[in-house]
Structure formats: structure tokens, C-alpha cells
């Protein structure tokens, strides 16, 4: 392609007559910007048109484009397309080998996304289906298919009959409009209505605004603006959110009884439920009889993981770092990241299937209570749910952005046993990646793959170690390692449990501290060996046993037999309806 590109601003030659040279440009152009296979450039067979009209806001089919140009000509001073993947390229290599431009690193130095990041999030959001299939679902047809009357000097027919996106599409042209629209004409470049929007969003999250004082600034905004198009603006917080909706990840709200007894999903989802069928507590607040809207007593907020781990492998950023582990290697035989651990390998021994895919997701599970009012305050305690991504490099994993929000459990009382009520959504999830799995799209290898996921481990301290487990950490019994095999014993004016001298027994057979009659217990020595550890089929038969409980506040107290004496299990936890 030729460097002088005068010829875009020569439609017409001296005496009037058509160009030859700025036809030919044309095709030049055209063949160029359709052969782009990133859909950030040409997506349904469709390019933005650089028409002095259209301006780059508007996409079209070629033979629009073609008509277009000839009729308009091109928008001034745009001899670079860089809206067509001519300027992008370039800064890709420069960023593979370390170099950034200084807009983009202001752009990360403000923790504002710069107007490319806001692109690639939209490709990223919006997903590969869209550009496989959009095409029979908005009705969109190839420009092949368009009915021409040939009145132009070059062919081209201004009488074609376009039909405009919808559904999906529409929305997913709408925001690539918003982030290639300036705020307003003659505004600084790269302030486009999506980033004012995205900044306005982020403000209200960081000074904590309510939703009046946020619609007050938007609207004294958009009266200094007097060149705003507002049309283009959202007129109220209500507007952003459904504007920015196909940027972020969605969650679900579900009712629970205030009591913790059933979590109102699946087969109690429907509002015909008006009272918990344990403890007949009611689900909804009283309230006037001409409200329009009833209001739980008690709420849990759901963040579905698969979505999540999706657009992991959606995001060009991620994809590539999923299957790090898979080249992992124990350096100097010290352990830096689970890959590198037995539980790993041994998992991998026992279900070759899962381990064959290395994209396969390995997962972590962490929660622990707080108090988001202060000490001050009254007691209340909030447990909220996360979920790690083990497959991602040291580096990476334990970052912010890659450990998910999944669960957030509302207090004001820690949910104790009942905790698994509350996990019941993710149960199902965790259930449904390991049984049948979702349809991915890997966007670094360029193909769908069945992804799968597991979770590997539980993170907590002890009180939340025996929430999730269902084995109690109170009383003589509460390590889970020596279980019925605990050598505590009570302190009878302390009047509480003590776990002095119980360690000797871990110690090698030959330690000194075994025979130490003085230091520890008097008088007594430590012949004993360590608890032998239980294997997952010794465990899953003992819990086999445990009668099914109801949660909450059940009508009679329950309490499994031999509980405090030969054993501490409060519960079958839900986890082990996982079936690794």
C-alpha cells in the first residue's frame, strides 16, 4: 500500500468528471479493511464507515461503505486508518516487546481504562458467539444479498435496502458507538461518552455517592456541556447501569429465610412461597397492602463463577496464562504454587480424564466473617465467599482481579452449619463444570474447547474450617486430625478444654522430648504414634453414615448420635456432593 494517500481528497479531477485514481483508492481501502479477522475492525461482514459523515461512528456493509465515499468522500485529515487496524498492529509489536505509548501509560497510571481498553473489553464481554452467529440472529444479511441499482459512475447503488442490528447486536454497536463518540465536538481527543460514563461510575463507587447526589452531578454536568449531544448521554443512574450492563458480569439475588432454613432457589424460587416450610417464619417484610413490590427479610447475593471463568479464557490478557501450570516445574525441589504439590499430581494420577485437558480449571474456595460497621457498631457479621484460580501463575493467582467475589451472606449472625444452604448455587455450578462442562472459547489458541473445573481446596481458620466441614471445633474433640484419637482433657477449674502436651505424639521416635518427664506433663513420657491420617474413601465412609439434618430452626433439636464422646459431625457438609 503506497504512502501518499493524497488521492483521498481527490474525488473529482480537474474538468469535474470522476477520479479513476480515487476509485481505485477506494477499492484499495475497502480490500484492506476487510481483510481484518479481528472483529474489532470488521465483525458481520460490517466496517465502520470513514465517510465525512459517518465519521467512523457508523458500521456498514461494503457496498454502503463503497456508496458512501463516493457520495461524501473521506473525513478529513484521516490518512492513517488506524479505525480499520492499519495504527493498532503497530502498537501491538511495540507492546509485545515492552513498549507502551505515554497515553496508555497515563491511562494505567490513573486506573482510568484508555479507549482501546474499553474496546478490548467490549470484544471481550460481548463473546466469539456474537460474530459466529449474530449474523441469522439480528437479521443482518451479507452485503452480497443486498437487491443494487447500479446508478453510480462505480456501480454503486445508494437504493440498497440495509436493515440495522438488533437484539444483541444492537446493544453490542451501540457501546462500540459510545466508545468511538466524543463527549461532545472539539473535546479533548480519547474522552469518548463511554469513558465520561465509566468515570462517572467509578466515582460514585470510590466516594461512596448515593444514587440522588450521582443523578445531581450528571445532570450539572451536562448543563456546562453546552455542546453535548445529550441524546447520546444517559439521562439518570438508572440509564448508565442499563448502558454498561454488557460490560460487566451480572449476579442473582435470592431470598432466605431469616432463620437460614431453605434458601428460596430452585423449586422455592417462585414468590407463591410466602413462608419458610421449617420454622413458618414469613419471607417478606410486612408491609403497606398497596406496595407495589415485596421486600425479603433476608437476602444472598450470587455471583455465578462460570460466566467468570469464561471470560477468562475470553480475555486475550488471561487465556494464555490459564495453562501455565502446565509447564510448571519444581525448581530446587521447593514448592512456589500448588502445581507443584502431591495434592496436584495426585489428583491428576486419579482423574487422568480432567488432567488430559490442561485448560481445565483448578479452584479454591475461601471465606471468613467481618464487621463491615466497625466494632462500634452493633455485632453484626458478614461471610463473604471467594473463589481463587489456581491455574494462573505465583504472580498472578493471588491478584485482586483473579480471585472472585462469589458469595456474600448476609448477617447479622454468622451462618455457622447453615452455611451450606447458602452454598447451594455454587454447589450446583461446581457440580455442572465437572459433569458436563461449559462451551469456551480459548481467544489465544483461536478455538472452543469443554472446560471443566474443580475445587481443590478450602481456605479458612478454624472456626470456618468447621462450618465447612461439618466437623464442630469446640469441645475435646475439636482437631480434625486426631478426631476421636484427641488426648485434651478438661480443666476442671479453668472449666474449659486443654491441649497441652498433645504434640509430643507427632514427634520422630527418638526425639528427647518424649522422654521429658519434667517440661511437659509430670511424670509422664510419650510412647504413642501420630494419628494415622484418613484417606478420602475412609472418610467418605464414615461420613456415609450421618442421617441428612434440616437447617436453621427446626421444630426439634437435632443432635447426632455419639456427638462429643466418638465423634464431633454437626453435619453432612454439602461438599461432598462433589463427586472428587
Given at each position: 500500500?503506497?504512502?501518499?494517500?493524497?488521492?483521498?481528497?481527490?474525488?473529482?479531477?480537474?474538468?469535474?468528471?470522476?477520479?479513476?485514481?480515487?476509485?481505485?483508492?477506494?477499492?484499495?481501502?475497502?480490500?484492506?479493511?476487510?481483510?481484518?479477522?479481528?472483529?474489532?475492525?470488521?465483525?458481520?461482514?460490517?466496517?465502520?464507515?470513514?465517510?465525512?459523515?459517518?465519521?467512523?461512528?457508523?458500521?456498514?456493509?461494503?457496498?454502503?461503505?463503497?456508496?458512501?465515499?463516493?457520495?461524501?468522500?473521506?473525513?478529513?485529515?484521516?490518512?492513517?486508518?488506524?479505525?480499520?487496524?492499519?495504527?493498532?498492529?503497530?502498537?501491538?509489536?511495540?507492546?509485545?516487546?515492552?513498549?507502551?505509548?505515554?497515553a496508555a501509560a497515563a491511562a494505567a497510571m490513573n486506573n482510568i481504562p484508555s479507549v482501546d481498553q474499553l474496546r478490548d473489553m467490549l470484544h471481550d464481554a460481548i463473546g466469539p458467539n456474537f460474530f459466529n452467529n449474530e449474523n441469522s440472529a439480528t437479521g443482518v444479511e451479507d452485503?452480497?444479498?443486498?437487491?443494487?441499482?447500479?446508478?453510480?459512475?462505480?456501480?454503486?447503488?445508494?437504493?440498497?435496502?440495509?436493515?440495522?442490528?438488533?437484539?444483541?447486536?444492537?446493544?453490542?454497536?451501540?457501546?462500540?458507538?459510545?466508545?468511538?463518540?466524543?463527549?461532545?465536538?472539539?473535546?479533548?481527543?480519547?474522552?469518548?461518552?463511554?469513558?465520561?460514563?465509566?468515570?462517572?461510575?467509578?466515582?460514585?463507587?470510590?466516594?461512596?455517592?448515593?444514587?440522588?447526589?450521582?443523578?445531581?452531578?450528571?445532570?450539572?454536568?451536562?448543563?456546562?456541556?453546552?455542546?453535548?449531544?445529550?441524546?447520546?448521554?444517559?439521562?439518570?443512574?438508572?440509564?448508565?447501569?442499563?448502558?454498561?450492563?454488557?460490560?460487566?458480569?451480572?449476579?442473582?439475588?435470592?431470598?432466605?429465610?431469616?432463620?437460614?432454613?431453605?434458601?428460596?432457589?430452585?423449586?422455592?424460587?417462585?414468590?407463591?412461597?410466602?413462608?419458610?416450610?421449617?420454622?413458618?417464619?414469613?419471607?417478606?417484610?410486612?408491609?403497606?397492602?398497596?406496595?407495589?413490590?415485596?421486600?425479603?427479610?433476608?437476602?444472598?447475593?450470587?455471583?455465578?463463577?462460570?460466566?467468570?471463568?469464561?471470560?477468562?479464557?475470553?480475555?486475550?490478557?488471561?487465556?494464555?496464562?490459564?495453562?501455565?501450570?502446565?509447564?510448571?516445574?519444581?525448581?530446587?525441589?521447593?514448592?512456589?504454587?500448588?502445581?507443584?504439590?502431591?495434592?496436584?499430581?495426585?489428583?491428576?494420577?486419579?482423574?487422568?480424564?480432567?488432567?488430559?485437558?490442561?485448560?481445565?480449571?483448578?479452584?479454591?474456595?475461601?471465606?471468613?466473617?467481618?464487621?463491615?460497621?466497625?466494632?462500634?457498631?452493633?455485632?453484626?457479621?458478614?461471610?463473604?465467599?471467594?473463589?481463587?484460580?489456581?491455574?494462573?501463575?505465583?504472580?498472578?493467582?493471588?491478584?485482586?482481579?483473579?480471585?472472585?467475589?462469589?458469595?456474600?451472606?448476609?448477617?447479622?449472625?454468622?451462618?455457622?452449619?447453615?452455611?451450606?444452604?447458602?452454598?447451594?448455587?455454587?454447589?450446583?455450578?461446581?457440580?455442572?463444570?465437572?459433569?458436563?462442562?461449559?462451551?469456551?472459547?480459548?481467544?489465544?489458541?483461536?478455538?472452543?474447547?469443554?472446560?471443566?473445573?474443580?475445587?481443590?481446596?478450602?481456605?479458612?481458620?478454624?472456626?470456618?474450617?468447621?462450618?465447612?466441614?461439618?466437623?464442630?471445633?469446640?469441645?475435646?474433640?475439636?482437631?480434625?486430625?486426631?478426631?476421636?484419637?484427641?488426648?485434651?482433657?478438661?480443666?476442671?477449674?479453668?472449666?474449659?478444654?486443654?491441649?497441652?502436651?498433645?504434640?509430643?505424639?507427632?514427634?520422630?521416635?527418638?526425639?528427647?522430648?518424649?522422654?521429658?518427664?519434667?517440661?511437659?506433663?509430670?511424670?509422664?513420657?510419650?510412647?504413642?504414634?501420630?494419628?494415622?491420617?484418613?484417606?478420602?474413601?475412609?472418610?467418605?465412609?464414615?461420613?456415609?453414615?450421618?442421617?441428612?439434618?434440616?437447617?436453621?430452626?427446626?421444630?426439634?433439636?437435632?443432635?447426632?448420635?455419639?456427638?462429643?464422646?466418638?465423634?464431633?459431625?454437626?453435619?453432612?457438609?454439602?461438599?461432598?456432593?462433589?463427586?472428587?
Amino acid at each position: 500500500m503506497g504512502e501518499d494517500r493524497s488521492w483521498m481528497y481527490r474525488r473529482r479531477d480537474e474538468m469535474g468528471y470522476w477520479n479513476n485514481e480515487f476509485n481505485a483508492g477506494v477499492e484499495i481501502f475497502l480490500d484492506f479493511a476487510f481483510s481484518q479477522t479481528d472483529p474489532m475492525f470488521c465483525a458481520m461482514n460490517m466496517i465502520r464507515c470513514p465517510c465525512s459523515k459517518c465519521w467512523n461512528r457508523e458500521w456498514h456493509h461494503r457496498r454502503r461503505v463503497q456508496s458512501d465515499l463516493i457520495t461524501n468522500g473521506f473525513m478529513d485529515g484521516y490518512f492513517i486508518w488506524k479505525r480499520h487496524g492499519e495504527i493498532i498492529h503497530r502498537k501491538r509489536r511495540c507492546t509485545q516487546v515492552g513498549e507502551s505509548s505515554s497515553a496508555a501509560a497515563a491511562a494505567a497510571m490513573n486506573n482510568i481504562p484508555s479507549v482501546d481498553q474499553l474496546r478490548d473489553m467490549l470484544h471481550d464481554a460481548i463473546g466469539p458467539n456474537f460474530f459466529n452467529n449474530e449474523n441469522s440472529a439480528t437479521g443482518v444479511e451479507d452485503a452480497t444479498q443486498f437487491d443494487a441499482s447500479f446508478d453510480d459512475p462505480c456501480g454503486v447503488s445508494t437504493e440498497s435496502i440495509f436493515e440495522e442490528p438488533r437484539g444483541d447486536a444492537k446493544e453490542f454497536f451501540d457501546l462500540l458507538r459510545a466508545a468511538d463518540t466524543p463527549l461532545f465536538d472539539g473535546c479533548d481527543d480519547g474522552v469518548t461518552v463511554l469513558k465520561w460514563v465509566c468515570e462517572l461510575m467509578s466515582a460514585k463507587t470510590l466516594f461512596n455517592m448515593s444514587v440522588t447526589n450521582w443523578d445531581y452531578v450528571l445532570k450539572r454536568s451536562l448543563m456546562a456541556f453546552k455542546k453535548v449531544d445529550r441524546e447520546k448521554l444517559p439521562t439518570d443512574y438508572y440509564s448508565a447501569k442499563k448502558m454498561l450492563r454488557r460490560l460487566g458480569l451480572g449476579y442473582k439475588k435470592y431470598d432466605v429465610c431469616v432463620n437460614n432454613c431453605i434458601l428460596y432457589y430452585g423449586e422455592y424460587e417462585s414468590q407463591c412461597y410466602l413462608q419458610c416450610p421449617v420454622c413458618e417464619e414469613p419471607r417478606f417484610k410486612q408491609r403497606d397492602v398497596h406496595s407495589a413490590k415485596p421486600i425479603p427479610r433476608k437476602s444472598l447475593w450470587y455471583l455465578p463463577i462460570i460466566p467468570r471463568l469464561q471470560r477468562l479464557y475470553m480475555s486475550r490478557k488471561t487465556a494464555e496464562h490459564m495453562t501455565w501450570h502446565l509447564n510448571c516445574y519444581n525448581e530446587n525441589e521447593k514448592m512456589f504454587h500448588p502445581a507443584c504439590g502431591e495434592a496436584w499430581k495426585h489428583f491428576d494420577n486419579t482423574h487422568p480424564e480432567f488432567a488430559s485437558e490442561p485448560r481445565n480449571v483448578r479452584l479454591g474456595l475461601c471465606t471468613d466473617g467481618f464487621t463491615p460497621f466497625g466494632h462500634s457498631a452493633s455485632p453484626y457479621s458478614c461471610w463473604p465467599v471467594f473463589v481463587s484460580v489456581y491455574n494462573l501463575p505465583p504472580t498472578m493467582c493471588m491478584k485482586q482481579e483473579y480471585v472472585f467475589l462469589s458469595l456474600i451472606i448476609q448477617g447479622p449472625q454468622s451462618p455457622g452449619k447453615n452455611i451450606d444452604v447458602m452454598l447451594r448455587p455454587l454447589i450446583d455450578d461446581l457440580k455442572q463444570l465437572w459433569y458436563s462442562g461449559v462451551q469456551t472459547y480459548d481467544s489465544f489458541r483461536h478455538q472452543y474447547f469443554l472446560m471443566r473445573a474443580a475445587l481443590m481446596w478450602t481456605i479458612s481458620d478454624l472456626p470456618g474450617y468447621g462450618m465447612l466441614s461439618g466437623w464442630s471445633t469446640h469441645g475435646k474433640l475439636t482437631c480434625p486430625y486426631c478426631m476421636e484419637n484427641s488426648k485434651a482433657f478438661w480443666l476442671e477449674h479453668g472449666r474449659k478444654t486443654s491441649f497441652f502436651d498433645c504434640h509430643r505424639q507427632f514427634l520422630p521416635p527418638d526425639h528427647p522430648f518424649r522422654r521429658n518427664k519434667n517440661d511437659f506433663i509430670k511424670g509422664r513420657t510419650e510412647n504413642g504414634t501420630m494419628p494415622e491420617r484418613l484417606s478420602g474413601d475412609e472418610m467418605r465412609s464414615r461420613i456415609h453414615w450421618l442421617p441428612d439434618i434440616l437447617f436453621g430452626k427446626p421444630p426439634q433439636k437435632q443432635e447426632i448420635h455419639g456427638f462429643g464422646e466418638v465423634h464431633n459431625w454437626v453435619k453432612k457438609s454439602i461438599f461432598w456432593e462433589l463427586p472428587y
